[in-house]
Structure formats: structure tokens, C-alpha cells
């Protein structure tokens, strides 16, 4: 009979410790940059939203025992292999997508695949991602985008291309030590993955 009497839980609780530790790091978002971010802190992000938009959390399907292997996760990790595999991108996307998507349905979205309809991600390539950089005019006064600023932090703060163009022009004619150049070159590395068109910076005067 004491084994009847074990304690289960309440109603409402995570299925198991992994889902439990996995909910555990939602809120890493609100402090953590989101160019650091990881499928769990996107699916945060996302959960954040639906709960913004409809007052109500988002409801897991628990379709396996391990997070990792989850509906919700494949999902987010489809939607990388089918945009970007830049969290800032993805997170930007995912606002987008409360805005033009969520908030014009005429009815409750309930699964988060709504988000990996192939037609809506390349809709947002076309007319956001790649419409955006066509229109873009840059001179040395216009604002770098934030995801930009949050990856330069590590080698100097720097807020327009003007500020960046000279920072260049210094690495190029070797003004900083070794261990700031290394970091410079593989944070620039990585702003080209983003998009940063190199050439732009030497038109820049």
C-alpha cells in the first residue's frame, strides 16, 4: 500500500527532470544577448510571444521524454536550416511573424510549425531580409543593425559604419595587439556570415 501513497507531483508540473531543467533556462532570455542564443532560448522567445498574443501559454506536445528530441525543437531547428543559423535573425523572424502572421489569423495558431511553412520563411527572405540590404543606403552616419553592435562589443563599442570603417582602417595598419586583432578578425568573420558587405566599408570615406 506505501507505494500507492508516493508523491507524483501536482498537476501542471514538467513530464520529467530534462523538461524540468529545459523550462529552467527560459528566462536566460531577458539577460542573454540573442546572437548567444540557443534553440531552447528561441523556443523561450517564441513561447513569450504566444503568450503576449494570446494570453495563454503555449502548449507542448511532450512528444518525447528528452527536449532535445521534442516537436517544438525540431521545429526551431528546421526553421535554422531553412533562414538562418544566426539566433538574431531568427529571433527578428519570429517577431515578424507575430506581427504580419499571428496578428492578423482569425483564429488561434496552436502549433509552432505555423512558423515553418516554407511559402511564409521565403516570403521573409525575399521581402524583408533581402528587400531590407537592396534598400539599404549606407554612409558613415547610418546606425549598424544591433546584431552587429552586440558581436563588436568584445574588440570596442561602436555605433555607426563610420565607426566601424575606421576601426578597420586601424586593424589593417596594425594598431592593435595580437589578442584584439585575433578577436577582431573572427568577430568580422562573423559579421560577414550576417551579411556585412566588406566592400561597403572601403567606399566609405
Given at each position: 500500500m506505501a507505494k500507492d501513497n508516493q508523491d507524483v507531483g501536482e498537476l501542471g508540473d514538467a513530464p520529467n527532470d530534462k523538461w524540468k531543467k529545459f523550462f529552467e533556462q527560459f528566462p536566460e532570455i531577458e539577460a542573454l544577448e540573442s546572437s548567444k542564443w540557443k534553440p531552447v532560448h528561441l523556443l523561450a522567445y517564441f513561447c513569450k510571444k504566444y503568450k503576449e498574443a494570446y494570453n495563454?501559454?503555449?502548449t507542448f506536445k511532450f512528444n518525447s521524454p528528452s527536449p532535445v528530441k521534442s516537436f517544438e525543437v525540431f521545429q526551431i531547428k528546421r526553421l535554422a536550416l531553412l533562414l538562418s543559423s544566426n539566433p538574431t535573425v531568427l529571433r527578428d523572424y519570429i517577431?515578424?511573424?507575430?506581427?504580419?502572421?499571428?496578428?492578423?489569423?482569425?483564429?488561434?495558431?496552436?502549433?509552432?510549425?505555423?512558423?515553418?511553412?516554407?511559402?511564409?520563411?521565403?516570403?521573409?527572405k525575399m521581402n524583408v531580409l533581402l528587400g531590407n540590404k537592396k534598400q539599404l543606403h549606407i554612409d558613415r552616419s547610418t546606425p549598424l543593425p544591433s546584431d552587429y553592435k552586440e558581436l563588436l562589443k568584445p574588440v570596442g563599442a561602436m555605433n555607426t559604419y563610420g565607426d566601424l570603417t575606421f576601426m578597420v582602417q586601424a586593424l589593417k595598419l596594425g594598431s592593435f595587439d595580437n589578442d584584439t586583432s585575433t578577436k577582431f578578425h573572427a568577430v568580422l568573420e562573423q559579421l560577414v556570415k550576417l551579411g556585412l558587405d566588406m566592400d561597403i566599408l572601403d567606399r566609405i570615406t
Amino acid at each position: 500500500m506505501a507505494k500507492d501513497n508516493q508523491d507524483v507531483g501536482e498537476l501542471g508540473d514538467a513530464p520529467n527532470d530534462k523538461w524540468k531543467k529545459f523550462f529552467e533556462q527560459f528566462p536566460e532570455i531577458e539577460a542573454l544577448e540573442s546572437s548567444k542564443w540557443k534553440p531552447v532560448h528561441l523556443l523561450a522567445y517564441f513561447c513569450k510571444k504566444y503568450k503576449e498574443a494570446y494570453n495563454t501559454k503555449y502548449t507542448f506536445k511532450f512528444n518525447s521524454p528528452s527536449p532535445v528530441k521534442s516537436f517544438e525543437v525540431f521545429q526551431i531547428k528546421r526553421l535554422a536550416l531553412l533562414l538562418s543559423s544566426n539566433p538574431t535573425v531568427l529571433r527578428d523572424y519570429i517577431d515578424w511573424v507575430y506581427r504580419e502572421k499571428v496578428e492578423k489569423a482569425k483564429r488561434r495558431l496552436t502549433s509552432i510549425s505555423f512558423m515553418t511553412h516554407e511559402d511564409l520563411v521565403n516570403n521573409y527572405k525575399m521581402n524583408v531580409l533581402l528587400g531590407n540590404k537592396k534598400q539599404l543606403h549606407i554612409d558613415r552616419s547610418t546606425p549598424l543593425p544591433s546584431d552587429y553592435k552586440e558581436l563588436l562589443k568584445p574588440v570596442g563599442a561602436m555605433n555607426t559604419y563610420g565607426d566601424l570603417t575606421f576601426m578597420v582602417q586601424a586593424l589593417k595598419l596594425g594598431s592593435f595587439d595580437n589578442d584584439t586583432s585575433t578577436k577582431f578578425h573572427a568577430v568580422l568573420e562573423q559579421l560577414v556570415k550576417l551579411g556585412l558587405d566588406m566592400d561597403i566599408l572601403d567606399r566609405i570615406t
